[in-house]
């Protein structure tokens, strides 16, 4: 590549001070951003990279004015990431990037206002996917990957700084959704609590007050965690706050939701429109919707199958397992209303024999026993009215509604 | 003790008196007479070489009491000398002792810096005596609540006495320190009157208050000391008064023998470090004295002038020996004390140990010195040798005509300290050109020890070799012994061990047969160890010593396995004779059954042998001790708050002193040990003597030991500044078992391993193949595959050994439901297959799996081992299994859940046992709620896997009736409402149980929630 001149360099890095101590001295949040914003690969950003690697003193410009000088502890690590990231040294890049965070929360601080807010988020997002590409370098070179966790760390530092009763505390939130990206990603979920914790309780927070997106992401991973907590309700309720105010121009996002808010509306009882799986691409739950409507337990069982290995990595596999009762009922329910076509009278007593034999046609081989479990289960359940008559091996069900309907509320357990 | 006690009375006058006394004295007890002839000798020999005529002289009259003879000229010169010096060579003594004393409870002080330590240390113990009498008596006290006041005396004694010994070691260490002089002044004086207390409780209670006195008066600045001299006495009178206070005061005038040995050593160091106590005393070699104290070719001018001195406390020895040993020889007595409790013989080997270490030391430092010294030893050395054989016979004379009713305890300890002079002699002659001279009264001087020891035991016997009596070859093996030895302490055990040996040669007669020039060299023992050990087993400190004689390397070289280029050498011989030592040892114990402490030294010496940085740890942990015991210590507390400020500011003038800290004695630490030996003598009792003291107990002694060391290493590292713990060779702290045995039980490691206690693998092997068809229990074999796989830790095997070690614990912990232990081995099969090493990987999968699901209870979890389970493991039928048994627990199928139950594969039925009441429970809360009116019981036995039969077969109804039963039983336990139905079957009333069900309390539920921690199931864990 063709390096600019020494005096091209020295323009280019000055250039950058300059647009950054002005950027401090206007309050100018969004020309501030930019110029930490290293993952937006804008090419006035690498330009200036390219110039620091040319110029290599780039320290001597910092100190030669006072209007930089003051800065230097935050300038000086961040043309030291700059550079590395530009060569393509992550983890000294994220090092210095940690070290240029720390130095401008410190000044962030000093700020009565929350005009920096925006350039705090760059550096919150910033120093996150950072850590995660310096972690991909690391896990290539064989070291153990940590810089995630650090970058946590760091979060949670500037939590604690915008946790607070000043005009920043509307910035905990984005923060808040950053370490719950990295937490999931780290699989360290439980860390999350704390976090949630003051966000909810907390009289600092009005959640309403904080910006929608936040609150968005905010109420999606909260989602999750319901689900991994088998909490339907509470995540039904999460997830569809998340999709109702979500953007709806961001069908990615839509679609992130859906995937958690179907299985949770399913194990509800609330089925999908085909043309919404169509839609947000999310055609494995197809089978799954169909098997509940059909009562077709041998389609659910496959479904679950070839999506196994999806279903288990985003964490909703054991939530469909767990609709497979209601196939069951669906089942039941379908034989019941063919013995109630041809002899309504003996309509609600069902044959141990028939269900197993219809079982049989699905091609599952259970028998007498099994078939006679589940079905005390599904009256245990409550998923079927009724009694079973062990002696006379007949499913005896309710003249009322045999089969009540879920509607919205989770099956018993 | 009449002899001391005038000693006592006129301290200038003392040096005379003694002179006659110890004449007297040691007529009574040949054998002690003679030692303290070779130890004059010896210690003039080296002294004289500087100061020449003088300095002989006083050593002579030291001594002197055997060699006045021939040494009668050197006697008179030294005379005067002493007497002037004396106080001043005193003060110094007690610096030297304290820093003896340091290096002593050191061990590890292999190098200078250990000695630094001790001298720190020393500063610490004897800072409490100076301040004030209150932390004596404190000290004291605590001494007398020990069961063993005896013991607690000569602890007091050790720690006066130690100060000769210091001067040893601080000869060795002389070079370096200039400042430690001012040290030794001040310690001096506190030190010689704790030992002249110490001494008078251990011979003779009336006598020591005497003697007392008279220190005091010569010593009138420490006042408190005077003080506390009255307080010793009486305690140590208790002591006395005990049974054992006979043997207990042989031991110490053993002792005593040997301080005076120490000091007559120490002098030089002492007048090392009191340069100008040394100047005033030595008017005849003032230059040389002051050049001692700045630099090490000057010190062997000084050590003239300081052996003056010194022999004028050796003189006193007598009298004080116990005291100016004492410091020094803390470390000793502990070991000492116990041993002699257990074992009279036990107790002359530490005296004898402690002897050749101060020679030992010496020697070093004269090697050190070489050139300036030469000459002197060549002098001194002829005289020694005469000296002993003189001395023999008046010895034997004196002791029949006048000794045993005077005291036997005098008479005894001038035997001990004439063994030790002995020693010392040996190594002189060693160091000194002349060794061949040298040589023939250092044999004699060990030989005689023996004797005396004998003597002592017996009263009556006094029958003493002569000097003469000992082969030319055998002195040659004394001297290399030896010149093994680097550190008083080494030297001190070493000539304990020759001691021993001789004896026993003597013993049966071997001792002109046998071809000494072709003996193995014993390895030394570790003081330390021994401490530790308690009474058992004098550990050799042989390659601490070696580390130790390179002064200049010290710390460093400490803890590197082959820190300098000598000691590297060295070691290697160490270790042969270590490993000979040890075979020798085996004999002995044959032989006597009370050496049996000397055994333990044995799997030290292995371990040392194999691991030099064992010893090191060894050393480290008895720091460690000393801390824990100085914590502990209630009384003294206020004495060791003291001796802790004073080392802190030892602490700059050493920059070694962090270690040294630690390994410093301290009274309380002292009577620690001693009270550790008492309790292990107590217990161990009568096996301690026999051959078989307990090998666990050697072994975990030396791991903790190890694992102490290893810490107090990595600490002494930071400490150091200049090395960092990155810096530890880990690797060659990895032990490499020894042992043997296959069978092993489990002790949970509290120091570092002990090589001799952890089996290869081989064994190993053959340890698990043991396990795995043994017959007896899950806690027997529980507790063997723990110490397998604690072998397996502590050498860092892991392959597949490891992995079947591992499976076979998890196995048997899963059949007998202990899954606490069968966690800790899955999580390490974890990592171990993640290795890829090869194992039963699918299995414990599977066990994996079961685990998660049934107790886990967390879905994140089970999502993320499910999602690891690869295509493969999917397909193995016992994952399938229990995959199939994950489905039937989230679905609540109990019917497949004890289908699968039945068919389960490996132990996976094992895990799903702990799920099987819950599984149950559910189920009939099911069926109470689903079924109307009601259920067959035999249904619910069949279907809740209560009867062994399938569904299928239903017919085989014996077995369905017991199954039956348990089955009613259960139910009726959980609250259900059984009604017979008019075929007189038993029936479920689901309606009337739907509401009446519960879930009752374990029956072993306690109050503390972990039924494995009740007692009887403790009590039977520990019997197994």
């Not at chain 2, 003469?468 to 010149?483: D, E, H, I, M, W």
């Not at chain 2, 295509?871 to 039928?877: G, I, L, P």
């Not at chain 2, 008019?982 to 309606?991: H, I, T, V």
Request: glycine share 6%; charged share 20%.
């Amino acid at each position: 590549m063709a390096y600019p001149s020494m005096g091209e360099a020295h323009r280019r890095i000055t250039d950058y001070l300059n647009n950054f101590s002005d950027a401090v001295s206007y309050q100018d949040v969004a020309s501030l951003a930019q110029l930490f914003s290293f993952s937006s690969n804008s090419p006035p950003l690498l330009s200036v990279a390219d110039a620091l690697n040319f110029f290599q003193d780039a320290n001597r410009l910092i100190k030669q004015s006072e209007k930089f000088s003051q800065y230097g502890e935050i300038l000086a690590p961040l043309f030291r990431s700059l550079q590395s990231y530009r060569t393509g040294n992550l983890v000294d890049a994220y090092h210095a990037f940690e070290k240029f965070a720390n130095a401008f929360i410190q000044e962030f601080r000093n700020w009565e206002s929350a005009w920096a807010l925006e350039a705090l988020y760059v550096i919150a997002y910033e120093i996150r996917v950072l850590a995660e590409r310096a972690d991909r370098e690391l896990a290539s070179n064989g070291k153990s990957p940590e810089k995630l966790k650090g970058a946590g760390s760091f979060l949670m530092k500037v939590f604690g700084v915008l946790a607070g009763k000043g005009p920043k505390r509307v910035g905990a939130l984005y923060v808040t959704c950053q370490l719950f990206k990295i937490y999931f990603k780290l699989g360290t979920v439980h860390l999350c609590r704390s976090v949630i914790r003051s966000i909810e309780t907390a009289r600092i927070f009005d959640f309403e007050e904080f910006p929608r997106r936040d609150k968005v992401t905010y109420m999606y991973y909260t989602g999750r965690l319901e689900v991994f907590n088998e909490n339907f309700p509470a995540a039904d309720h999460k997830l569809s706050y998340a999709l109702t105010h979500c953007n709806p121009l961001r069908e990615a996002n839509i679609r992130m939701i859906l995937k958690y808010l179907i299985p949770v509306k399913l194990s509800l009882g609330i089925l999908p429109e085909t043309s919404l799986l169509e839609k947000y691409n999310l055609l494995e739950y197809n089978n799954v919707v169909q098997a509940l409507k059909r009562g077709d337990l041998r389609l659910l069982r496959h479904a679950l199958q070839e999506h196994e290995d999806q279903f288990l990595r985003s964490g909703v596999y054991l939530v469909l397992e767990k609709l497979e009762l209601q196939v069951y009922q669906r089942l039941v329910k379908k034989i019941y209303f063919i013995q109630k076509q041809k002899d309504p009278s003996k309509a609600h007593q069902l044959k141990l024999e028939v269900i197993v034999k219809a079982l049989k046609w699905l091609e599952m081989d259970m028998d007498l026993d099994e078939v006679e479990c589940i079905m005390t289960i599904l009256i245990y359940k409550n998923l079927v009215k009724g009694y079973f008559a062990h002696k006379s091996k007949v499913v005896v069900l309710s003249k009322q509604d045999p089969f009540p309907k879920l509607n919205g509320k989770p099956v018993n357990s | 003790m009449l002899t001391e006690s005038t000693n006592q009375d006129d301290d200038e006058m003392m040096n005379q008196a003694t002179n006659t006394q110890t004449l007297a004295s040691v007529e009574p007890n040949s054998v002690e007479n003679r030692y303290v002839i070779n130890v004059s000798q010896g210690q003039t020999s080296l002294y004289v070489a500087s100061t020449t005529g003088s300095e002989a002289a006083s050593w002579n009259t030291y001594g002197v009491d055997n060699h006045f003879a021939e040494n009668a000229s050197f006697s008179n010169s030294t005379y005067h000398h002493v007497k002037h010096s004396e106080p001043s060579s005193r003060a110094v003594q007690d610096g030297s002792n304290a820093t003896s004393l340091a290096t002593s409870s050191t061990l590890g002080a292999t190098d200078t810096q250990p000695d630094y330590g001790g001298y720190a240390s020393y500063s610490n113990s004897s800072d409490p005596y100076s301040h004030g009498s209150t932390g004596y008596q404190g000290y004291y006290s605590g001494y007398q609540q020990q069961p063993n006041p005896s013991y607690s005396q000569p602890v007091g004694a050790y720690q006066n006495t130690g100060a000769p010994y210091q001067p040893i070691s601080s000869f060795q260490n002389t070079g370096s320190y200039a400042g430690p002089t001012s040290y030794s002044s001040t310690y001096y004086n506190p030190g010689d009157y704790q030992t002249a207390g110490g001494y008078a409780s251990s011979s003779y209670t009336h006598q020591t208050t005497t003697w007392n006195g008279g220190n005091y008066a010569n010593y009138t600045t420490h006042h408190p000391y005077s003080n506390y001299a009255p307080d010793t006495s009486g305690t140590y009178s208790a002591g006395n008064a005990g049974a054992n206070s006979m043997h207990y005061q042989q031991h110490y005038k053993q002792w005593a023998e040997y301080y005076n040995q120490t000091e007559v050593s120490c002098a030089p160091g002492t007048e090392n470090l009191s340069v100008s106590s040394a100047s005033t005393q030595v008017s005849q070699l003032p230059g040389v004295s002051g050049g001692y104290s700045t630099s090490n070719s000057q010190a062997p001018t000084t050590f003239a002038t300081p052996w003056r001195p010194e022999s004028s406390s050796s003189q006193t020895p007598l009298s004080q020996p116990g005291a100016t040993v004492t410091g020094a020889y803390d470390s000793y007595w502990t070991n000492g004390a116990p041993t002699f409790q257990n074992q009279h013989p036990s107790p002359v080997q530490p005296l004898f140990v402690k002897a050749l270490d101060t020679k030992y030391s010496y020697s070093n430092f004269q090697e050190q010195q070489n050139t300036a010294c030469p000459q002197i030893p060549n002098l001194q050395y002829p005289m020694a040798q005469q000296a002993p054989q003189n001395y023999q016979p008046t010895a034997q004379t004196v002791q029949s005509s006048e000794t045993q009713r005077l005291s036997k305890l005098q008479i005894q300890t001038n035997p001990r300290i004439a063994s030790n002079l002995p020693l010392g002699l040996p190594k002189l002659d060693r160091e000194g050109p002349n060794n061949g001279v040298i040589s023939k009264p250092a044999y004699i001087s060990v030989s005689q020890p023996k004797s005396s020891e004998k003597v002592l035991s017996n009263d009556a016997t006094d029958s003493v070799i002569k000097a003469g009596v000992f082969p030319k070859s055998l002195k040659n093996y004394v001297q290399r012994a030896l010149t093994q030895c680097k550190d008083e302490k080494q030297s001190a055990a070493c000539q304990e061990i020759m001691k021993e040996i001789i004896t026993k040669a003597t013993n049966d007669g071997t001792i002109h047969t046998r071809d000494w020039d072709a003996e193995p060299l014993f390895q030394i023992p570790n003081t330390d160890m021994a401490d530790k050990n308690s009474s058992q087993n004098p550990t050799p400190v042989s390659l601490f010593s070696k580390y130790k004689k390179s002064p200049t390397k010290r710390s460093k070289s400490r803890w590197e396995p082959l820190p300098e280029e000598k000691s590297v050498d060295k070691l290697g011989s160490l270790n042969n004779y270590a490993g000979k030592y040890s075979s020798k040892v085996h004999l002995d114990e044959k032989d006597r059954k009370p050496t049996g402490v000397n055994y333990e030294g044995k799997s030290d010496v292995m371990k040392k042998i194999r691991f030099p940085q064992m010893e090191l740890k060894s050393a480290s942990r008895t720091v460690q001790r000393q801390v824990k015991r100085q914590r502990l210590a209630d009384a003294t507390a206020a004495d060791n708050g003291d001796a802790s400020s004073d080392s802190d500011k030892e602490q700059n003038l050493t920059a070694y002193y962090s270690g040294a800290i630690m390994l410093a004695d301290t009274p309380e630490e002292r009577k620690r040990r001693e009270n550790r030996s008492k309790r292990f003598e107590k217990v161990q009792g009568n096996r301690a003597e026999s051959n078989h003291f307990k090998a666990k107990n050697a072994g975990t002694g030396n791991l903790y030991a190890r694992r102490t060391t290893a810490l107090v290493l990595s600490k002494s590292f930071e400490d150091d500044g200049s090395r960092a713990v990155e810096d530890i060779d880990w690797d060659s702290l990895t032990v490499k078992g020894t042992c043997q045995e296959i069978e092993k039980r489990y002790l949970r490691l509290t120091s570092a391993p002990d090589p001799s206690t952890v089996r290869p693998e081989e064994v190993l092997e053959r340890a698990l193949l043991m396990v795995q068809h043994s017959q007896k229990n899950y806690l027997y074999k529980c507790d063997q595959l723990k110490s397998i796989r604690q072998d397996l830790t502590v050498q860092r095997i892991r392959n597949h050994l490891t992995v079947k070690v591992y499976e076979t614990h998890a196995r048997s912990a899963l059949e007998v439901g202990d899954l606490p232990e069968y966690n800790q081995c899955q999580s390490q099969l974890k990592i171990l297959y993640a290795e890829g090493i090869d194992g039963c990987h699918m299995e414990f999968a599977a066990y994996n799996l079961l685990c998660v699901i049934m107790h886990s209870n967390n879905n994140r979890d089970l999502l993320s081992s499910m999602s690891r389970l690869s295509d493969e493991a999917k397909k193995d039928q016992a994952v399938q299994h229990a995959l199939a048994v994950r489905a039937a627990v989230t679905s609540g199928n109990y019917v497949l859940f004890f289908r699968l139950y039945k068919t389960a594969p490996n132990l996976n039925a094992c895990l799903m046992d702990l799920y099987v009441e819950k599984m149950r429970y559910k189920a009939v809360s099911c069926m109470s709620r689903s079924y109307r009116p009601q259920v067959p019981v035999s249904y619910i036995a069949q279907v809740l896997g209560f009867s062994s039969s399938t569904p299928t077969n239903e017919g085989s109804d014996e077995k369905d009736s017991d199954g039956l039963e348990d089955c009613v039983e259960w139910l009726k336990a959980h609250g259900a409402c059984l009604v017979a139905d008019s075929n007189g079957e038993m029936q479920l009333d689901s309606k009337a149980s739907s509401s009446s069900l519960f879930m009752p309390d374990p029956e072993d539920a306690v109050a503390h929630g972990d039924a494995s921690l009740a007692v009887n199931d403790f009590l039977t864990r520990t019997s197994l």
